[in-house]
């Protein structure tokens, strides 16, 4: 029983210290001190007041409040946030987003531009069947390439007419020129087609049967050449054909030559009307012999190659 009184009054003295420990410190919060500021000669008061260390706790946390509010607001609502590193300005970004735009769009279009072209190409080297093509999608692919096939300009540049009447002047009287020469009457006398090599006619132009353009017999390793200035957009090898190379001329026109012994043209190279550019041979799996097979393309149709060249020998047109 002793033992317990003495825990008791352990107990009862320990909650009077606490009791008068939270009395001090509640004295000390409440306690009012005075601040002044006066005249350092008259010593006359110009600032005095007086505050506790629990008003001055609030004022001070207020005051912290009201620059954090006032912070937010000039970074959310005023030009100033473009001052502060890593911020974005939201003008400017829809500024670069909407001009990012407008060039993916240019590039896309262009893109497509591109991949129609190379598969009309792809298309003509690989012989893929045209007859079954309308006329009509013409219209859908000419707004991709930026022009209308039908008011094309075919007119020659007065460069281009200066170098074939010089070229034409000297060649003349030239008894050597062994290329027989066609002028295309249907476009004011403007292109002039060299045969690519002169022979027989095996095969002729026939589109109904898929045969794009004409199969020229001649002697084996008899120099082809160009019929057009162009550059050379294929030369490769193909299973059905054999070596092959295409050219793309000026004015939308591309010649295709195929079952070659071998090439003398790389891709990406200048030819000359004229120039050689494959050996006569029988590649491929198509070839019945020594021959040429022969295609003549304009705005992406296939053209008749005998009504703008004579591939006769001993022609003199």
């Not at 004295?27 to 005075?34: A, D, E, H, P, T």
């Not at 609502?77 to 990012?100: K, N």
Request: a negative charge; proline letters at 4%.
């Amino acid at each position: 029983m002793a033992d317990f009184f003495v825990s008791l009054q352990a107990k009862t003295k320990t909650m009077a210290e606490q009791e008068e420990k939270n009395e001090k410190k509640k004295l000390k919060l409440n306690k009012k001190y005075v601040f002044m500021m006066s005249h350092d000669e008259t010593m006359e008061p110009i600032i005095n007041f007086k505050v506790n260390l629990m008003k001055l706790s609030i004022i001070t946390l207020s005051v912290i409040l009201v620059l954090m509010v006032l912070t937010a607001v000039v970074i959310a609502y005023t030009p100033l946030r473009e001052y502060i590193p890593g911020y974005a300005d939201q003008t400017s970004m829809e500024r670069e987003v909407y001009a990012l735009n407008r060039r993916a769009d240019s590039i896309e279009r262009e893109m497509e531009r591109k991949d129609i072209y190379f598969n009309n190409l792809k298309m003509i080297i690989e012989g893929y069947p045209f007859e079954n093509d309308s006329l009509e999608q013409r219209d859908i692919y000419a707004p991709l390439l930026g022009f209308s096939l039908d008011t094309v300009d075919l007119g020659p540049s007065q460069i281009d007419s200066a170098f074939r009447a010089e070229f034409e002047e000297e060649n003349l009287y030239n008894l050597n020129n062994l290329s027989p020469v066609v002028r295309v009457p249907q476009y004011n006398g403007a292109a002039n087609f060299f045969a690519p090599i002169t022979g027989s006619i095996a095969k002729a132009y026939d589109p109904s049967e898929g045969h794009f353009g004409i199969d020229i017999v001649s002697t084996e390793n008899q120099v082809i050449k160009a019929t057009l200035d162009g550059t050379v957009v294929f030369a490769s090898w193909t299973l059905d054909f054999g070596y092959t190379l295409g050219i793309q001329h000026e004015g939308n026109y591309f010649s295709c030559y195929k079952h070659n012994a071998t090439l003398l043209k790389k891709e990406g190279d200048f030819v000359k009307a004229g120039e050689a550019i494959a050996i006569l041979g029988a590649s491929g799996e198509l070839s019945e012999g020594p021959m040429l097979h022969f295609e003549l393309w304009h705005n992406g149709l296939p053209q008749n190659p005998s009504d703008y060249i004579n591939f006769e020998k001993g022609s003199d047109n």
